[in-house]
């Protein structure tokens, strides 16, 4: 599949005639590359060929993507193309979230050097983008979120990743539903934290921000601009400028106002119009002022219910809106945007209407509750003895007690504000990884020693206690 992990890098700067590329790797495929056994080619651009292989030693399949012999040391093209695959490679070992595509090693073999990268099954976005693979609001908007996410920690690591387009965004699908996406392709990257000699005003026209046509200096913004751009094509089915001329195109970019999404579909509202629109911004000071502004502006559609087609039943807490109701509770402060990512996975997620038990007093269940949003009172024996609003926990003490007797509930916990809730079980904390459980031994540690100062503080002025 053509550019498919990126194989290939437009450079406005090149010339626009494509390296020719070897006719032997069409029709040849390697039986080894190192020590990776190669199964099949994903695709292959003018400057590199991507693989499907397999690591004996890991006994898991990744995927590598290897500059083409003749790309090295030629022309000032190939120069320059040894500078994007030398700005990936150095990226090897750095990049650990869950949207971005992790590149695990760079080997620089005599016949043409490699990048080890994750292995995506599946498709990019350019699927997507056609007027008859039209994916709901609410899946796009959750596209943009994730994607707005991975750019802000790249961005946080001193990265520009300076072309965002569907070709590399890949995506992971069941059935008709996107479930995820990964950020590809580093090839043209500003590293900001980095002496080495640096190519300027690289990306893909369609994607690119005014300021990398002008040339000036750039921050995260410029791949917001790239990341509008791509939301703007899912939904229409078209980016926001087209034209044959690379110069009308550009001065497109620069000048002329972005379409309104108004009317290109039935249910497209101005919440939504209106976001996109300022993520597109000709100039970045316009544009939201980072990442984080940026993926709340929309999340917000997403809470708001300000999507027109397919809303999110009561039932349904997409990820988003987990992400977001994490981020607001204590228990959570302790964790980094990649830990919560992982709890966004890991956790069972319910809605629950108001008049809903949550447990009852008699049931035996290692499972207990964070409250994410709403609120629950606790009745023992039929008289309310606590109200819990979000943040606070319910079950704790049956997931920690040693024996099957002491699991058994001895109160009822009744929802009496509609709740959003994430459950866990000694099983899914088990699957938390080694980074990630450490700060969740934490935090329940603290939760912890709130229920022992409340207890004491019971026993020493129950009368206060009580009124309260």
Not at 4 to 28: D, E, V
Not at 40 to 51: D, I, K, N, P
Not at 410 to 434: G, N
Request: with cysteine.
């Amino acid at each position: 599949m053509p550019g498919f992990y990126g194989s290939g890098t437009t450079a406005l700067i090149m010339p626009t005639s494509p390296t020719p590329r070897s006719s032997a790797s069409s029709t040849a495929l390697p039986e080894r590359i190192g020590k990776y056994q190669v199964l099949q080619r994903l695709g292959e651009g003018a400057t590199s060929e991507v693989f499907l292989c397999h690591d004996p030693f890991k006994n898991e399949d990744v995927a590598i993507k290897r500059m083409r012999a003749h790309m090295q040391g030629g022309s000032t093209a190939d120069n320059v193309f040894e500078h994007f695959f030398a700005a990936e490679a150095a990226l090897a070992g750095r990049l650990h979230h869950p949207n971005v595509v992790r590149i695990h090693d760079a080997v620089a073999d005599p016949e043409g050097p490699y990048l080890v990268m994750d292995y995506v099954p599946g498709t990019t976005l350019k699927t997507y983008c056609r007027p008859d693979q039209w994916l709901p609001l609410d899946q796009i908007v959750e596209i943009g979120f994730k994607c707005a996410m991975a750019l802000n920690y790249c961005f946080r690591q001193g990265l520009i990743h300076r072309d965002i387009k569907p070709a590399n965004i890949l995506v992971v699908a069941h059935g008709q539903r996107v479930e995820d996406v990964r950020i590809s392709d580093f090839g043209s990257v500003l590293n900001l934290r980095s002496d080495a000699t640096q190519v300027f005003r690289v990306g893909s026209l369609a994607y690119m921000s005014p300021e990398q046509l002008d040339g000036d200096d750039l921050d995260c913004r410029a791949d917001m601009y790239g990341l509008g751009a791509v939301l703007f094509h899912l939904i229409t089915g078209r980016p926001p400028f087209l034209s044959n001329s690379q110069a009308s195109l550009m001065h497109q970019v620069c000048h002329d106002p972005v379409p309104s999404l108004m009317g290109v579909r039935p249910d497209i509202t101005e919440a939504f119009d209106t976001v996109i629109h300022r993520a597109l911004a000709k100039k970045s000071a316009d544009r939201y002022a980072d990442w984080d502004q940026f993926a709340e502006a929309l999340s917000a559609l997403v809470r708001g219910r300000s999507l027109g087609d397919n809303p999110a039943s009561a039932s349904d807490v997409l990820d988003s809106e987990r992400f977001h109701l994490l981020r607001k509770l204590e228990f959570f402060n302790g964790f980094d945007d990649v830990a919560l990512w992982e709890v966004v996975r890991r956790a069972h997620w319910q809605r629950f209407r108001s008049g809903t038990a949550l447990s009852r007093k008699g049931e035996t269940d290692p499972t207990f509750h964070i409250i994410a949003s709403g609120a629950v009172e606790i009745y023992r024996e039929g008289q309310r003895v606590a109200h819990l609003g979000a943040g606070t926990t319910v079950g704790e003490m049956a997931y920690l007690a040693p024996n099957p007797e002491m699991r058994v509930r001895s109160v009822d916990v009744i929802v009496t504000e509609t709740a959003t809730t994430m459950s866990f079980t000694p099983d899914s904390l088990a699957q938390l990884s080694a980074s990630c459980k450490p700060l969740f031994d934490q935090a329940f540690i603290k939760v912890l020693v709130r229920r022992l100062h409340a207890a004491h503080e019971a026993l020493d002025h129950p009368r206060r206690i009580l009124g309260h």
